[in-house]
């Protein structure tokens, strides 16, 4: 019927624009019309999916395409995830062979949040492209950027391609300032609980004010770390509340010579505020660290110590001296005091959607060679039985009695004091989490010329940093027999800890880049 084709459509419309509600009055258009529409009691189920009603969205759920797809998010909200992904890929074939591109869309982005937290990022980033394309989503595709750092990064030629959804974006006029300071802002959605939190206290604390001024901006949510942050020093506008073009129209009037953005393609990105060029000079700093394809981001922050290529980045590199982080954990630490193990223990304490298979391979050589060793796993995806048995799939090359699974708990820091050597990530470095591991007394083993190498070097621990994998696999060997190192004084008194020599060192590139 075509009036049920019209309600359908508008509940499509519906859907794009968020309103749950309008999709009931839809559905219930629909089966006021036929009260046995699979399509009627599909929409039906999406709305209240929407609204987080998931026992009536599974209940309502038809058998056809679009009901499937609404059960196979109900699984992942569930967090059933082998059911979730099996579904996910059903949908997307049947999809793809039907021609359906709304469905198909909505299963590729929508499956992209299970393969992530199931440890298949190089999936979910395929998954977010082809749904951008589909869609023309700025969103999905910086969504698909960030994950492709998981297996190495996005060419420079796929993240110029982000660029080309702003081509109608009208930048505002560049103008030269003569300010008695250089005025520098912030801008992040993370002045909260956040691992980025860890290390924006100094830009906040510790800079010139005789020759700086700063404005942050902040485009998130508010908590209690928010408080913490907030100083008398800075400019603070909370501006979570306005869109893109809003917030950069404020950063413009406030006239700031240089906008540092500390988010990058990571959720809630602020690339589209810096799309309209409110800044005459732009940074992407310290929350991302690849390309953000964006050409009106100016530079990226990067370090002396990483081996950044120039060739593989849309901005000009600016290395900062040492460590492109400081690190200034914005909740207080609890003592290092390591137990004795009975056996040597190995911990990852990473993300486990960075655990490659080839990393995988360098870990159990480790366990291997060392008699009586485990190695303990903990990660969001070990709070989850779906998410275990995944992992252990995974690790199916491992002697069972060698690995230990453990979820995710608040008292994570003091489990650090059980780990002999933490195993870094490759190729995507961890970045707090080894900040953590070292301010807990516990060394990192990682390889050079990453974002692991740039931490521990700032640390004075580059003796951790292997330059292959046999060497990664022979420091992490050496370090089990030297036992506990008790790094914590030295991490204290080091550079990665030293905000106002970091400050320093920034500043200085901030006054060369303004001029």
Known sequence: MEEISDWLRLADKFADDGNAEGMLGAAQEI?????????????????????????AAE?????????????????????????????????????????DKKILSKALAWSANSLYLAGDAKTAAENLREASALTGSAELFSKHLFLSNYNGGAAK???????????????????????????????????????????????LNDFDSENFSVSVYQTGASDFVTARLKSGKVHWRDLQSFDAETVARIIHADEIDILVDLSGHTQNSCLPVLAYKPAPVQICAIGYTATTGLSAVDYVLSDTNCAADENNFTEKILRVEGCRLCYAPFAEIPAAAHV??????????????????????????????????????????????????????????FPRESVELRPYSRDYLEQYNEIEVALDTFPYNGGVTTCEALFM????????????????????????????SGEYIEKAVELARQGNLNLREKVLASRLMDGRKYMQALEKIYMEISN
Request: net charge negative; proline share 3%.
């Open 340 to 397: 004795q193990n009975s056996r040597v223990t190995f911990g990852s304490f990473n993300n486990f959607a960075k655990v490659t298979d080839e990393i995988l391979e360098v870990w159990r050589e480790i366990l291997n060679a060392v008699p009586n060793s485990r190695l303990v796993i903990k990660s969001k995806i070990c709070s989850i039985s779906d998410g275990r048995e995944i992992v252990m799939r995974r690790l199916k090359n």
């Open 157 to 203: 030629s796929v993240a110029q391609e982000y660029d080309k959804f702003f081509a109608g974006v009208e930048q505002f006029a560049q103008e030269s300032y003569s300010h008695e300071k250089i005025r520098v802002g912030y801008i992040s959605p993370d002045f909260r609980q956040h691992a980025v939190a860890n290390f924006v206290a100094p830009l």
């Open 441 to 468: 007394g516990v060394p990192v083993v990682t390889l050079r010329g990453g974002l692991g190498a740039s931490i521990l070097s700032a640390a004075g621990l580059t003796e951790f940093v292997a330059r292959d």
């Open 31 to 55: 089966l006021a019309l036929d009260k046995n529409s699979a399509d009627g009691y599909a929409v039906l189920a999406e709305a209240d999916l929407y609204l987080g009603n998931l026992d």
């Open 59 to 99: 209940n309502f759920a038809p058998e056809n395409l679009r009901g499937r797809l609404v059960k196979a998010a109900v699984a992942s909200e569930k967090f059933e995830l082998i059911t979730a992904l099996k579904s996910f890929a059903e949908v997307i074939d049947e999809a793809r062979a039907a021609g």
